[in-house]
T-cell receptor, first 111, second 115 residues
Framework: AQSVSQHNHHVILSEAASLELGCNYS??????LFWYVQYPGQHLQLLLK??????LVKGIKGFEAEFIKSKFSFNLRKPSVQWSDTAEYFC?????????FGDGTTLTVKP | EAQVTQNPRYLITVTGKKLTVTCSQN?????MSWYRQDPGLGLRQIYY???????DKGDVPEGYKVSRKEKRNFPLILESPSPNQTSLYFC??????????????FGDGTRLSIL
């Protein structure tokens, strides 16, 4: 069975600080990894995805993530956060229709 | 506009009264899925469908039913709702390819309260 673990439940940063959110997955098959963002009161939106190729993937709004196979990790990064990045972030793995999401990380950016 | 539409957006009802939450997508996606979102638990998959007449259980299917008679619609049915099904529900859809690597498009959510 696949599982996803997000280590940080709540992160508070000041604007311009750098961000790294941890995500570890447990799955032995072909890995399709995603990061989604949920702004307050809205539905989830895709930030970025990885399924093959360059392990460093770039997404929208300056976000990027690095897939490290040996560590079963897919951490999300952003060099300089903005107040508008305040949201909940979910890491997810998908295989043949079965989707597993992490518990989510709430990011609060202070102006 | 490409979208996933859920109805109703909010519903308060009582234990045991059957209800259906509809989900419709206009993107001709093969794959559709239902999730519930609870504080501290993230999103948990209830059921998913890879195509018309094909449905499979997710991680928390108990107390729910689904059907996929048409490609665009994937209703979620609670035959006898109970208070522990009070939650925020999301429907999602995506294209389907051999590698299951297509991102999902989510609806705006349905907040259900079962009294």
């Amino acid at each position: 069975a696949q599982s996803v673990s997000q280590h940080n439940h709540h992160v508070i940063l000041s604007e311009a600080a750098s961000l790294e959110l941890g995500c570890n997955y447990s799955y032995g098959g072909t890995v399709n990894l995603f990061w989604y963002v949920q702004y307050p009161g809205q539905h989830l939106q895709l930030l970025l995805k990885y399924f093959s190729g360059d392990p460093l993937v770039k997404g929208i709004k300056g976000f990027e993530a690095e897939f490290i196979k040996s560590k079963f990790s897919f951490n999300l990064r952003k060099p300089s956060v903005q107040w508008s990045d305040t949201a909940e972030y979910f890491c997810a793995v998908n295989d043949a229709g079965k989707s597993t999401f992490g518990d989510g990380t709430t990011l609060t950016v202070k102006p | 506009e490409a979208q996933v539409t859920q109805n109703p957006r909010y519903l308060i009802t009582v234990t045991g009264k059957k209800l259906t939450v509809t989900c419709s997508q206009n993107m001709n996606h093969e794959y559709m899925s239902w999730y519930r979102q609870d504080p501290g638990l993230g999103l948990r998959q209830i059921y998913y469908s890879m195509n018309v007449e094909v449905t499979d259980k997710g991680d928390v299917p108990e107390g729910y039913k689904v059907s996929r008679k048409e490609k665009r619609n994937f209703p979620l049915i609670l035959e006898s709702p109970s208070p522990n099904q009070t939650s925020l529900y999301f429907c999602a859809s995506s294209l389907l390819n051999r590698n299951s690597n297509q991102p999902q498009h989510f609806g705006d959510g349905t907040r259900l309260s079962i009294l």
